[in-house]
């Protein structure tokens, strides 16, 4: 007697695909759940990188690196000057206002003394800006895995330097929109431990910068719609007087005048059509949005896009002797 065998009817096999979908649809949200939860990881990693690397510069110059630095000789005086202080100083020195960002500065602290050595064959920041080639390769402590926008940018800056923060009242002047030099960086300004007397715990350094806020710094007829990356190897910003070189503060560090992940529009939109470019804020792509943190002691925090302005004000200030509550991130 032959057996009968007995298929999957299609009804129940409908029914299995249907099952397997659901497990599926609830599984995926847990599986991106936990990449996104490891590359928040992996960007605290890197400002922890970054803290270590300000605290060794700190104990081997006795100061903190500037937000960008430069030293030419002043055209016609033969005696080395800090460089471009105002416009006219760049006119006569035949330059465009830049320096080294804080993110060179820094690349003999991150194990990166290579690429440094590079840098300075070529004049360094001893040069008005020195044309110099970085190997294309990109640097890990600079990029935010979160951030894909840019993705094949090697040398897109994820990170930059807080030069402090406040309302209007408090600002170091106006062009492009309110700039501040309250707080650990500025150009050309190196800062001392001791000038930090609210405390190095309760000091911002560096913080996560969203990508959306890029803006547009190249020139040409059809800027991109959503702008070009500040990229870590181009000179940066270097005016006492950053109305002497407007637009280019945020190329390697930002304030705290703006909220995190700001979603003012004015700021939503290329460089060369925007009239706050020197405001973006700081921010990142993470799920729930805030951005990560190191401050000037070396620790790391998290701060959400919900943070009272006040406190997030007061922590971007080196000596605004605020008195944040101990509760305070």
Same mark, same amino acid.
């Given at each position: 007697m032959?057996a009968?065998r007995?298929?999957?009817?299609l009804v129940?096999?409908l029914v299995?695909?249907?099952i397997?979908?659901?497990?599926v +649809?609830?599984? @995926?949200?847990?599986?991106?759940?936990?990449?996104?939860?490891?590359r928040?990881?992996a960007?605290?990693n890197?400002?922890k990188q970054?803290?270590?690397?300000?605290l060794t510069?700190?104990?081997?110059?006795?100061?903190y690196p500037?937000?960008?630095?430069v030293?030419v000789?002043?055209?016609?005086s033969?005696?080395?000057?800090?460089?471009c202080?105002?416009?006219?100083?760049?006119?006569?020195?035949?330059?465009?206002c830049?320096?080294a960002?804080?993110? #060179? @500065?820094i690349?003999?602290?991150?194990e990166?003394q290579?690429i440094y050595s590079?840098?300075?064959s070529t004049g360094?920041?001893?040069?008005?800006?020195?044309?110099w080639?970085a190997?294309?390769?990109? #640097?890990p402590?600079?990029?935010?895995?979160?951030?894909i926008?840019?993705?094949t940018q090697?040398?897109?800056?994820d990170y930059? +330097?807080v030069?402090?923060g406040?309302?209007t009242s408090?600002?170091a002047?106006?062009?492009?929109?309110d700039?501040?030099?309250?707080g @650990?960086?500025?150009?050309?300004r190196?800062?001392?431990?001791s000038?930090?007397t609210?405390?190095t715990?309760?000091t911002?350094?560096?913080?996560?910068?969203?990508?959306?806020?890029?803006g547009y710094?190249?020139?040409?007829?059809s800027?991109?719609? $959503?702008?070009t990356?500040?990229?870590?190897?181009?000179?940066?910003?270097?005016?006492s007087d950053p109305?002497?070189?407007?637009?280019?503060m945020?190329r390697?560090?930002?304030h705290?005048?703006?909220p995190i992940?700001?979603? $003012?529009?004015?700021l939503?939109?290329?460089?060369?059509t925007?009239?706050?470019?020197?405001e973006?804020?700081f921010?990142?792509?993470?799920?729930?949005?805030?951005?990560?943190?190191v401050f000037?002691?070396?620790?790391?925090?998290f701060l959400? $896009?919900? #943070? $009272?302005?006040?406190?997030?004000?007061a922590?971007?200030?080196?000596?605004g002797?605020?008195?944040i509550?101990?509760?305070?991130?």
């Amino acid at each position: 007697m032959t057996a009968i065998r007995r298929g999957f009817t299609l009804v129940e096999l409908l029914v299995v695909i249907a099952i397997i979908g659901v497990l599926v +649809g609830l599984l @995926l949200p847990a599986v991106q759940s936990a990449r996104e939860s490891s590359r928040r990881s992996a960007c605290q990693n890197n400002l922890k990188q970054w803290g270590l690397a300000l605290l060794t510069y700190e104990s081997a110059r006795k100061t903190y690196p500037p937000a960008s630095d430069v030293r030419v000789p002043l055209a016609g005086s033969g005696t080395a000057t800090l460089h471009c202080t105002t416009a006219a100083t760049a006119t006569a020195n035949g330059s465009s206002c830049r320096g080294a960002g804080l993110a #060179i @500065l820094i690349l003999p602290f991150i194990e990166q003394q290579a690429i440094y050595s590079r840098f300075e064959s070529t004049g360094g920041f001893r040069n008005a800006w020195a044309s110099w080639s970085a190997p294309s390769v990109p #640097i890990p402590p600079y990029r935010c895995p979160s951030e894909i926008r840019f993705a094949t940018q090697w040398n897109k800056l994820d990170y930059y +330097g807080v030069s402090g923060g406040g309302d209007t009242s408090q600002r170091a002047g106006y062009a492009y929109g309110d700039f501040f030099d309250n707080g @650990l960086f500025m150009e050309i300004r190196p800062r001392k431990v001791s000038h930090v007397t609210d405390g190095t715990s309760k000091t911002l350094a560096v913080g996560e910068g969203n990508p959306a806020h890029t803006g547009y710094w190249a020139s040409g007829a059809s800027p991109p719609a $959503d702008g070009t990356a500040s990229g870590w190897t181009t000179g940066h910003s270097e005016c006492s007087d950053p109305k002497g070189c407007p637009a280019k503060m945020t190329r390697g560090f930002r304030h705290t005048k703006q909220p995190i992940n700001s979603s $003012d529009p004015r700021l939503n939109v290329p460089f060369s059509t925007s009239t706050l470019p020197n405001e973006f804020p700081f921010g990142s792509t993470h799920a729930g949005g805030g951005a990560g943190f190191v401050f000037a002691d070396g620790h790391t925090g998290f701060l959400s $896009d919900s #943070i $009272d302005m006040t406190t997030y004000r007061a922590l971007s200030t080196r000596a605004g002797g605020e008195g944040i509550s101990a509760n305070a991130p």
